[in-house]
């Protein structure tokens, strides 16, 4: 473990300004899409947006149109 915390901090010092500028801009735009899909799943889990189903029409299983019982 302690050889590979070593071979980290290597790498690091090795990382330019430029690296530093694209990582950090990655990030920003990881973070942003996943603010977006918190945002989306916290509207479709609302309690205001309970979707119903209704059957209307012959619900009977008088006609079961060829499928065979379970």
Not at 16 to 34: A, G, P, R, S
Not at 40 to 59: P, W
């Amino acid at each position: 473990m302690v050889s590979k915390e070593l071979g980290i901090g290597l790498r690091i010092n090795h990382c330019t300004l430029e690296m530093w500028k694209n990582f950090v801009q990655h990030v920003i735009k990881i973070e942003e899409n996943f603010w977006k899909v918190d945002l989306t799943v916290d509207d479709v889990m609302d309690g205001d947006n309970i979707h119903k189903m209704t059957i209307t029409g012959d619900t009977s299983d008088s006609d079961d149109q060829g499928c065979e019982a379970l």
